[in-house]
């Protein structure tokens, strides 16, 4: 139905962003573009739409909806066929949709454009909102709903195509897994053909009937879906993609330790674009460019067809599945050591905490209400131990970190915290630089978590002057030099401005400012989620590393639960603000209790 | 020799306390290595260069214009030496020729007869009617009462920069800490000041500098013995304008900060800072200032060609700078009228505004230089 072949996509400065692209998608099939950021998954979606950005044009290639040319139509034809037979959702519905316009009226202004045969009130029905959402405005939706009105809008259209640009990557697992069923359920019942991009393994599974994995602006291998999933896949990259993700299959074994990062765009190697990272590479890869044969792009590709059943379904790769392909070349870690052994001292104790904030109201800003973000929590936590703390966003888990370190208003705050055995919440002047010194945060977003005008010495430095301030300037230089070279990265680093590291890269120095004061606990707030999945064992396995060396305890707060059952030695689940379930993670993630943690366990994908 | 005795006026000796903190800078700035590569990078781009050569050459002649002096008159002997009522500047030195070839009144540029035509007794004794010759020759023509429009336009450059920077420094303190203060601390404090910069915004802003200026006026006017030249005069009466300038002009930047530290104390590396202890003081110069420097220098330089213009309009209601200081808002001011005479008088107005676009033109590149020079995320 849509064919593209050899798509050439060049950037303004003259670099190719996407390099000879070829899919082929079939009506009522869902084709899955996989691969990890920097990749040019959008590049192809928006040069498909011909929405690129300006000065990203499209250098070569042709694409064909049916007969139709699409590179080759006048702008005023192609609007017509944008939102009509191709249609697109985007990653994040609140700026997609237009906020000061009720969806009804969105709505009404796609079928207006396209003609559609449907009401509005049959196509709100279609993707499962109630019929009073159609007077809403985007900002009175959940993110799901959004989602959902905006391919109520994408519908209106009666879309042949379908292209999904990370549909689910701003929601909630539960929502993420309504909105998918959502998607194979219309795609069946309209025979549409989906585009669904993504970077996550476990959607590529539930959702894909054939998997393009992308690399580097290349297609290194087609492949269908219950094949890639059975055998592991052919070429080294995408082998090692399933490697690298965590699962609870996989506790207690290394991951697969890919090195580097994805190549800018256009910055690309010579011969093999994999070949720098490929632990199975030869001479001859550095060389020759590999074709696209048999729907892998590798010189060795790994076995010849897949067909036995592979012990790669329980997670555990095993040397016959990976054929030639090289042993993982693992990262060294102490998950040989008993943790269950490990001194049984308690560090952190919660008891019964609560994080209200007041909600104000009126001229004299009087408390009407409280907003019960954490609600009477209890937990505990041992050295060297690592405790997950899971739920959705919106549970309280962050306010609880904030709560810890004494980030949170004390007002707002009640209960009892002890570090060490001292009542934390109550602490001032020097007595609360000591708690700070035992425990330390590394943020999510690796972007924002280092200031951006601020050299990286600089920044590390600063945590070492507050809260050692027995070390002078030779004694913190040579602090953060082991701390940087411990993380991966050298000396160099410290002049430099964290835009020019990466985002794995910004994640090590900010594990490294947290280190550089030797705290007993790090609170983990979704350390790797912003990360590419290769970059992101890479910092798991780092975690792991330094945890063996310095006994530290991790708060791992997260939303991703393979992540857990691979990572943590305990859990705890949260509800709003209220833990619904805890215990040791093996045995949570196996066998749920509670029906929020089963509900949870049901939704993630893959 | 020349008896000359050097003179400091109050605004000369704070334009060069300024120049002196620059220098202070500029010879911290040359031992780190850091600093000398990006000041490097403001001088590697070729606008950065040409617009710092522009103000260079504005700079040293506000400069010249600043080191005042009088010259000795005839005394007595036996006397105290006096001294000239008439304070010069270097700069008026180097010019004595543009300064003292003055005609009677309005000529164009590069002519050879006034403007206006005379009635002239000839030799022969008949009257007749026509423009007189000029005595010397004006690149710019002359103003009104034929003093040359360059010379003019040279001496307001001093008026224009001081009344920028001083301006700016004034208002910068305020606008930094009140606009910080607001944002990163919320609470009362944020109310207390955004009660303070609204009621300021309430009042009509020339009325409320107007009253100032006649308040200062009053007072000037009541303590004549409190200045020993017109000079000195004129100069307090620039500063008092530029001081009531600044005290009623900080609002729109601090809102501006507010609004920015606001969106930035929630970032990570805010709350990292905080993790570590680091007090509040410090965060907000280490970490928010520096991340708010874009937003200030851009609106500084913004500020400057509008505080330029601001004089004019206040010259206008007669709340400007001292009539007899020569200012660009002076000469723009004179222009309403001559641009209504027959035939029209354009030069002083036309120079007033290549002088003014030049010298803004300039300032709003450099920033632009410096500001991209200074931004991490630029190349290097």
Redesign the interface.
């Known amino acids: 139905m849509l064919t593209l072949r050899d798509l050439v996509v060049s950037l303004p400065d003259g670099r190719h962003g996407v390099d000879g692209v070829s899919l082929a998608l079939e009506a009522g099939r869902c084709l899955v573009l996989l691969g990890e950021s920097g990749c040019g998954k959008s590049l192809t979606a928006l040069s498909l739409m011909r929405l690129l950005p300006e000065g990203v044009t499209i250098a070569g290639g042709q694409a064909h909806l049916g007969a139709q040319d699409l590179f080759a139509l006048p702008e005023r034809r192609m609007r017509s066929l944008r939102g009509g037979r191709l249609a697109m959702v985007f990653q994040e519905p609140m700026s997609s949709l237009n906020p000061v316009m009720t969806i009804a009226a969105q709505i009404e202004e796609a079928r207006a454009a396209h003609g559609s045969r449907q009401t509005v009130a049959e196509l709100l029905d279609d993707v499962g909102l109630q019929p009073q959402h159609a007077q809403s405005y985007p900002f009175q939706l959940s993110g799901g709903q959004r989602q959902r009105a905006l391919i109520a809008m994408m519908l209106a259209g009666e879309p042949e195509v379908l292209i999904a640009d990370e549909p689910t990557t701003a929601l909630d697992v539960t929502v993420q897994a309504q909105i998918l069923r959502l998607l194979r359920d219309l795609q069946s019942r309209r025979a549409m053909a989906l585009l669904l991009i993504t970077h996550d393994l476990g959607i590529a599974r539930e959702m894909g009937d054939t998997v393009a994995v992308l690399y580097a602006g290349q297609v290194v291998e087609t492949v269908a879906a219950q094949d890639l999933f059975a055998s592991g896949g052919r070429h080294p990259y995408t082998r090692a993609l399933m490697q690298v993700t965590p699962s609870l299959g996989r506790r207690g074994q290394p991951l697969l330790s890919l090195p580097g990062s994805v190549p800018l765009a256009g910055a690309w190697p010579r011969g093999c674009r994999f070949a720098p990272r490929c632990s199975a590479v030869a001479p001859r890869c550095r060389e020759a460019s590999p074709a696209l044969e048999a729907g892998v792009r590798c010189l060795f590709p790994v076995g010849a067809a897949p067909a036995s059943p592979d012990p790669l379904q329980d997670g555990v790769p095993s040397r016959a599945a990976l054929g030639s392909s090289p042993s993982c070349a693992s990262a060294s870690f102490g998950a040989a050591t008993p943790r269950e052994a490990a001194t049984e001292a308690v560090l952190l104790e919660i008891k019964n905490l609560c994080v209200h904030y007041p909600l104000r109201r009126g001229l004299l800003q009087r408390t009407v209400d409280w907003v019960r973000a954490v609600d009477g929590v209890d937990l505990r936590l041992n050295r060297g131990e690592t405790l997950a703390l899971v739920g959705e966003s919106g549970c309280g888990k962050s306010s609880l970190a904030r709560a810890l370190l004494r980030l949170q208003p004390a007002a707002t705050v009640r209960g009892q915290v002890r570090l060490n055995g001292e009542e934390i919440l109550n602490l001032r002047g020097s007595t609360l630089q000591t708690l700070r010194r035992c425990a330390q945060i590394v943020f999510q977003d690796p972007f924002s978590s280092l200031d951006p005008r601020m050299r990286v010495g600089d920044s590390l430095e600063e945590g070492l002057q507050a809260l050692r301030p027995e070390m002078d300037s030779a004694a913190r230089r040579q602090q953060i030099e082991r701390m940087l070279k411990r993380v991966g990265l050298d000396v160099s680093a410290m002049p430099r401005y964290p835009h020019a590291f990466s985002g794995g890269q910004r994640q090590r120095l900010a594990i490294a400012r947290a280190l550089c004061i030797e705290p007993q606990l790090l609170i983990l707030d979704e350390p790797t989620s912003a990360l590419d999945v290769s970059v992101q064992a890479q910092v798991l396995a780092l975690l792991r590393e330094l945890q063996a060396e310095h006994g530290l305890a991790y708060l791992f707060i997260t939303h991703n639960l393979p992540l857990v059952g691979y990572f943590a030695d305990r859990v705890a689940v949260m509800q709003g603000g209220k833990i619904v379930e805890a215990g040791a993670a093996e045995s949570v993630m196996a066998a749920p209790q509670h029906p929020y943690t089963q509900a949870l366990l049901a939704s993630a994908p893959g | 020799m020349i008896n000359i005795q050097p003179t400091v006026l109050i605004s000369d000796a704070v334009l060069f306390l300024l120049l002196a903190a620059v220098g202070v800078y500029i010879w911290r700035a040359r031992r780190s290595e850091?600093a000398r590569a990006t000041w490097r990078g403001v001088f590697a781009s070729g606008t950065g260069r040409w617009a710092a050569w522009v103000m260079a050459f504005f700079v040293s002649i506000g400069v010249l214009d600043s080191l005042h002096f009088r010259v000795a008159v005839e005394t007595p002997a036996g006397q105290a030496q006096q001294y000239s009522g008439e304070v010069l500047s270097v700069l008026d030195a180097i010019l004595t020729p543009l300064r003292t070839a003055s005609e009677k009144t309005y000529s164009a540029p590069f002519a050879t007869t006034l403007l206006v035509k005379e009635s002239v007794t000839l030799a022969d004794g008949s009257v007749a009617r026509l423009a007189p010759a000029i005595t010397h020759i004006h690149p710019l023509g002359t103003d009104k009462v034929g003093q040359d429009v360059l010379y003019l336009a040279l001496k307001s450059v001093r008026t224009g920069l001081l009344i920028g920077t001083l301006t700016t420094l004034v208002m910068l303190p305020f606008a930094c800490a009140l606009g910080l203060a607001a944002g990163y601390f919320g609470g009362w404090v944020d109310d207390a000041i955004q009660y303070l910069y609204t009621t300021l915004n309430s009042i009509p802003g020339v009325l409320l500098i107007a009253a100032a200026v006649l308040v200062v006026d009053v007072q000037i006017d009541a303590h004549a013995e409190w200045f020993n030249s017109a000079a000195a005069r004129a100069d307090l009466r620039l500063l008092a304008l530029c001081a009531i300038l600044g005290l009623t002009g900080w609002t729109g930047l601090a809102r501006l900060l507010r609004a920015e530290t606001l969106k930035l104390r929630e970032?990570?590396?805010i709350?990292?800072?905080?993790?570590?202890?680091?007090s509040h003081g410090w965060i907000l110069v280490?970490?928010v200032l520096?991340?708010v420097?874009h937003l200030i220098i851009i609106s500084v330089v913004l500020d400057f060609s509008g505080l330029v213009l601001a004089e004019a309009v206040l010259s206008y209601v007669g709340a400007g700078v001292d009539p007899a200081t020569p200012s660009f808002g002076n000469m723009i001011n004179a222009a309403r009228l001559e641009l209504a005479r027959e035939p029209v008088v354009w030069w002083p107005l036309a120079t007033a505004f290549a002088f003014l676009f030049a010298l803004v033109l300039a300032a709003n590149l450099f920033a632009d230089a410096v500001r991209a020079a200074?931004d991490?995320?630029g190349a290097r």
């Open positions: 850091n970032l990570d590396y709350q990292a800072a905080r993790a570590f202890g680091v280490r970490h520096p991340n420097a200074f991490p995320r």
